[in-house]
């Protein structure tokens, strides 16, 4: 079974910085692409940030210039840097990972997410 474990939310003033990690564990066969979704209460679940295997980025049109996205393949986990946070990035984070738990079996993974909160 495997599972996503999200760490590094928190409280944060306009203008700071956070970093989320995802990790990966259990028993698969490969990851292929990684990345970070939000929800902001009434509101739905919108991308953030993704990343391929060999490191091309995607990003959601309101967070281009302010974060950035990267995975260490070797440790099974990605990673969301936010800079310049906005109060509208108040949300709760999730990570989403597509496993291959066999060559031929692929799962849609989600952490359990983690709320990120700008406000002063």
């Known amino acids: 079974q495997v599972q996503l474990v999200e760490s590094g939310g928190g409280l944060v003033q306009p203008g700071g910085s956070l970093r989320l990690s995802c990790a990966a564990s259990?028993?698969?066969?490969?990851?292929?692409?990684m990345g970070w979704y939000r929800q902001a209460p009434g509101k739905e679940r919108e991308l953030v940030a993704s990343i391929t295997r060999g490191g091309s980025t995607n990003f959601g049109d309101s967070v281009k210039d302010r974060f950035s996205i990267s995975r260490d393949n070797a440790k099974n986990t990605v990673y969301l840097q936010m800079n310049s946070l906005k109060p509208e990035d108040t949300a709760v984070y999730y990570c989403?990972?597509?496993?291959?738990?066999?060559?031929?079996?692929?799962?849609?993974?989600w952490g359990q997410g983690t709320q990120v909160t700008v406000s002063s």
């Open positions: 989403n990972a597509v496993i291959f738990e066999t060559s031929r079996r692929r799962i849609d993974s």
């Open positions: 259990g028993n698969f066969w490969s990851i292929n692409d």
